[in-house]
């Protein structure tokens, strides 16, 4: 589909080089010498042309009717489309003149009232030309939008339309601008500062919601059907399209907390987008489908749209939470089905449904496939773990079975873990380039380890499968170069849950001194690097000079990741509330009685090699790294505090730092 910059910026681009308002001439004229151009120039820069309303709201009627579009150029239809949304659009600017409101409001009221552009509007979406029917789709969206936010109401024409066109589930331009159309007034109304929003969307979606139901279960791959049975229509455009609207509506489920049928069909009928993998389609829509279940898990549903801070539902729908347990247990199950192998990943990255030159990205493999499956399957665990603590269920969920079954697919398509790799450094293998992913998976992996430990049913070391948090920690600061500026900048920042992350850590560290020290030493004895340094008489003495004594010999590359950073404050309404979120994040983690817990040494992966450690210290290098990287971003962040410069409340943060430098010497 053609972007909305080509609308604005390349028309307005034209108009300001190639015309003038003195009378030059112009590019595009209709047949009674009107000027569109200059009048969308006009009306861009917030003057009102110097003509008579009627006359451009008839001038554009003319040439937008059915009977003229055949004879009449491409150009002038798109430019008068391209107007009339411009028109439309600028009503919504507050600073605007009070003589160009009333021109555009009153060509407006000409064009959608006796004209009935509505329905001109609507019959463009059959047009062959598909620039046509696409600026004619944005344009009836903008007036649909600008409806709700000034009237509360939307147009009832159009939603007729919508309905019709989806009740059939034809394969047809109209169905897939008819999609488009409902996904933009959504993210339009969402967007929007409007009254009543939420009343708004309920009832918008009241009137669809059969409808989509309807769409749904035809364009979805039917659960009755068995997997190798499923053939699906290849309708690459319509299936992304879709995915597009089921992603909108997750997201004013999340933020408004709207709850119809049809956004709980998502959620209570997931498995049909899981069964996508398997379906006869495009890779790029097994791809959408996989991104949008990712999204709606990790409740990041419209942020690559949405403006400005996220607000969430004050009073998210009570079922939303049941909703997402069916989801997270439809995954698992699926999982257990052989899923896992079902799911393609190129041998190059794709974007946009193509592929790039393997020498453009440096890589091997579809990494945002990877990453995608990755923490749809690691949120779904955490999930349905925190659903059997907070219910007390009895069944137990084989956490290592699961991990164990991720790392052998990501190994079979191009994640290199080879017998001398430590198995946890496969977070960071995968989610090297993306930070948020990748605290979002470090953070639901302290949550999974603690509720496999509370289990002591397991006599496999959590290193074996890759779920070990102290591993996870040590490996991440020894990817940022153990620099805590790029710490401070992860805390400060809103892009991540690194807050989220370091507090769940933090919180470990203090309990399980000795497994974070006994970690310290098997990464060493499984990392491929040489490290020669000078051993130090006392630990406790490890400062920045310790650093500079080590001396590091690596096969591989550490980068450096702080020139990719970018440090800014941000505001947030109360540090009390700042305070009590870091606190109450831990409602939901698993409970460990210290009664049931399994023994360290027999939890603790390499158990042989590690009893021989006891008696030792740990190896300076990542251990003294690692205690001087924390006392030093705990020095950073009580500064800034100090002078009024931290953005939130941290101490519950420095409490939890302040507990780190008195243990450095319990390493034996």
């Given at each position: 589909?053609?972007?909305?910059?080509?609308?604005?910026?390349?028309?307005?681009?034209?108009?300001?080089?190639?015309?003038?308002?003195?009378?030059?001439?112009?590019?595009?004229?209709?047949?009674?010498?009107?000027?569109?151009?200059?009048?969308?120039?006009?009306?861009?820069?917030?003057?009102?042309?110097?003509?008579?309303?009627?006359?451009?709201?008839?001038?554009?009627?003319?040439?937008?009717?059915?009977?003229?579009?055949?004879?009449?150029?491409?150009?002038?239809?798109?430019?008068?489309?391209?107007?009339?949304?411009?028109?439309?659009?600028?009503?919504?600017?507050?600073?605007?003149?009070?003589?160009?409101?009333?021109?555009?409001?009153?060509?407006?009221?000409?064009?959608?009232?006796?004209?009935?552009?509505?329905?001109?509007?609507?019959?463009?979406?059959?047009?062959?030309?598909?620039?046509?029917?696409?600026?004619?789709?944005?344009?009836?969206?903008?007036?649909?939008?600008?409806?709700?936010?000034?009237?509360?109401?939307?147009?009832?024409?159009?939603?007729?339309?919508?309905?019709?066109?989806?009740?059939?589930?034809?394969?047809?331009?109209?169905?897939?601008?008819?999609?488009?159309?409902?996904?933009?007034?959504?993210?339009?109304?969402?967007?929007?500062?409007?009254?009543?929003?939420?009343?708004?969307?309920?009832?918008?979606?009241?009137?669809?919601?059969?409808?989509?139901?309807?769409?749904?279960?035809?364009?979805?791959?039917?659960?009755?059907?068995?997997?190798?049975?499923?053939?699906?229509?290849?309708?690459?455009?319509?299936?992304?399209?879709?995915?597009?609207?089921?992603?909108?509506?997750?997201a004013a489920r999340l933020r408004c907390g709207?709850?119809?049928?049809?956004?709980?069909?998502?959620?209570?009928?997931?498995?049909?987008?899981?069964?996508?993998?398997?379906?006869?389609?495009?890779?790029?829509?097994?791809?959408?489908?996989?991104?949008?279940?990712?999204?709606?898990?990790?409740?990041?549903?419209?942020?690559?749209?949405?403006?400005?801070?996220?607000?969430?539902?004050?009073?998210?729908?009570?079922?939303?939470?049941?909703?997402?347990?069916?989801?997270?247990?439809?995954?698992?199950?699926?999982?257990?089905?052989?899923?896992?192998?079902?799911?393609?990943?190129?041998?190059?990255?794709?974007?946009?449904?193509?592929?790039?030159?393997?020498?453009?990205?440096?890589?091997?493999?579809?990494?945002?496939?990877?990453?995608?499956?990755?923490?749809?399957?690691?949120?779904?665990?955490?999930?349905?773990?925190?659903?059997?603590?907070?219910?007390?269920?009895?069944?137990?969920?084989?956490?290592?079975?699961?991990?164990?079954?991720?790392?052998?697919?990501?190994?079979?398509?191009?994640?290199?873990?080879?017998?001398?790799?430590?198995?946890?450094?496969?977070?960071?293998?995968?989610?090297?380039?993306?930070?948020?992913?990748?605290?979002?998976?470090?953070?639901?992996?302290?949550?999974?380890?603690?509720?496999?430990?509370?289990?002591?049913?397991?006599?496999?070391?959590?290193?074996?499968?890759?779920?070990?948090?102290?591993?996870?920690?040590?490996?991440?600061?020894?990817?940022?170069?153990?620099?805590?500026?790029?710490?401070?900048?992860?805390?400060?920042?809103?892009?991540?849950?690194?807050?989220?992350?370091?507090?769940?850590?933090?919180?470990?560290?203090?309990?399980?001194?000795?497994?974070?020290?006994?970690?310290?030493?098997?990464?060493?004895?499984?990392?491929?690097?040489t490290v020669t340094f000078k051993v130090l008489?006392?630990?406790?003495?490890?400062?920045?000079?310790?650093?500079?004594?080590?001396?590091?010999?690596?096969?591989?590359?550490?980068?450096?990741?702080?020139?990719?950073?970018?440090?800014?404050?941000?505001?947030?309404?109360?540090?009390?509330?700042?305070?009590?979120?870091?606190?109450?994040?831990?409602?939901?983690?698993?409970?460990?009685?210290?009664?049931?817990?399994?023994?360290?040494?027999?939890?603790?992966?390499?158990?042989?090699?590690?009893?021989?450690?006891?008696?030792?210290?740990?190896?300076?290098?990542?251990?003294?790294?690692?205690?001087?990287?924390?006392?030093?971003?705990?020095?950073?962040?009580?500064?800034?505090?100090?002078?009024?410069?931290?953005?939130?409340?941290?101490?519950?943060?420095?409490?939890?730092?302040?507990?780190?430098?008195?243990?450095?010497?319990?390493?034996?």
């Open positions: 589909m053609t972007s909305n910059c080509w609308t604005t910026d390349r028309i307005g681009r034209a108009v300001e080089h190639d015309c003038s308002v003195n009378g030059s001439e112009f590019l595009i004229m209709d047949s009674s010498g009107l000027d569109f151009q200059t009048i969308f120039r006009l009306l861009h820069a917030g003057a009102a042309p110097n003509l008579c309303s009627k006359d451009l709201a008839s001038r554009i009627s003319s040439c937008l009717s059915p009977q003229t579009v055949i004879v009449t150029d491409t150009a002038i239809i798109c430019l008068c489309l391209t107007l009339t949304e411009k028109i439309i659009t600028r009503l919504s600017c507050q600073s605007l003149p009070q003589d160009v409101r009333i021109f555009c409001e009153d060509v407006m009221r000409s064009l959608f009232g006796k004209m009935n552009l509505m329905a001109k509007l609507i019959s463009l979406f059959s047009c062959q030309d598909q620039l046509v029917s696409h600026l004619s789709a944005k344009c009836m969206s903008a007036y649909v939008i600008n409806d709700i936010c000034l009237n509360g109401s939307s147009c009832s024409l159009w939603i007729q339309t919508c309905s019709e066109v989806f009740q059939k589930s034809n394969p047809s331009s109209e169905l897939d601008f008819c999609l488009w159309s409902l996904t933009a007034v959504i993210k339009g109304v969402l967007r929007a500062d409007c009254q009543n929003k939420n009343d708004v969307l309920t009832k918008l979606l009241a009137a669809l919601d059969a409808d989509l139901i309807c769409l749904y279960a035809n364009i979805l791959p039917k659960e009755t059907m068995e997997p190798h049975k499923i053939k699906v229509k290849n309708l690459c455009k319509t299936k992304c399209v879709f995915f597009d609207l089921l992603e909108v509506l997750s709207v709850c119809s049928f049809v956004q709980r069909t998502i959620f209570i009928q997931s498995r049909a987008l899981l069964h996508v993998m398997r379906a006869d389609v495009d890779y790029l829509v097994k791809k959408r489908a996989l991104l949008l279940l990712k999204r709606t898990l990790l409740r990041r549903a419209g942020e690559d749209w949405t403006l400005g801070d996220v607000h969430f539902a004050a009073h998210e729908d009570g079922r939303l939470t049941d909703d997402m347990l069916s989801m997270a247990k439809a995954v698992l199950q699926e999982v257990e089905a052989g899923w896992l192998k079902e799911v393609p990943v190129k041998t190059r990255a794709s974007f946009f449904g193509g592929n790039c030159n393997v020498g453009l990205s440096g890589t091997q493999k579809d990494d945002v496939m990877l990453r995608a499956l990755s923490l749809i399957l690691l949120k779904s665990l955490e999930i349905n773990i925190q659903f059997s603590c907070v219910k007390e269920t009895q069944s137990n969920i084989d956490i290592q079975q699961y991990l164990t079954e991720l790392i052998s697919f990501l190994i079979r398509h191009g994640t290199t873990l080879s017998q001398d790799t430590h198995s946890c450094s496969w977070v960071y293998l995968v989610f090297a380039e993306q930070d948020d992913d990748m605290m979002e998976s470090a953070k639901a992996l302290i949550a999974l380890y603690l509720y496999q430990k509370s289990l002591s049913s397991s006599d496999s070391g959590v290193c074996a499968w890759g779920c070990n948090p102290h591993c996870h920690f040590i490996l991440l600061l020894r990817f940022i170069s153990f620099d805590s500026s790029v710490l401070l900048d992860f805390l400060i920042s809103t892009d991540t849950c690194f807050l989220e992350y370091c507090v769940r850590y933090l919180k470990l560290l203090c309990d399980d001194w000795m497994g974070f020290c006994r970690s310290c030493h098997h990464i060493e004895d499984c990392d491929d690097t008489s006392d630990i406790a003495e490890t400062s920045e000079s310790s650093q500079m004594s080590v001396s590091c010999t690596r096969t591989s590359t550490v980068i450096d990741v702080r020139d990719s950073q970018v440090s800014h404050l941000v505001d947030y309404e109360s540090s009390d509330e700042s305070e009590e979120a870091e606190v109450s994040i831990f409602n939901s983690n698993t409970k460990v009685d210290s009664g049931r817990a399994v023994a360290e040494a027999t939890f603790c992966p390499s158990v042989t090699a590690l009893e021989q450690v006891q008696t030792e210290h740990v190896s300076e290098y990542l251990f003294g790294n690692v205690v001087v990287c924390l006392v030093d971003l705990r020095t950073a962040i009580a500064r800034l505090h100090n002078r009024g410069l931290f953005p939130y409340n941290p101490t519950s943060l420095l409490k939890l730092l302040n507990n780190i430098e008195p243990k450095r010497n319990m390493v034996s």
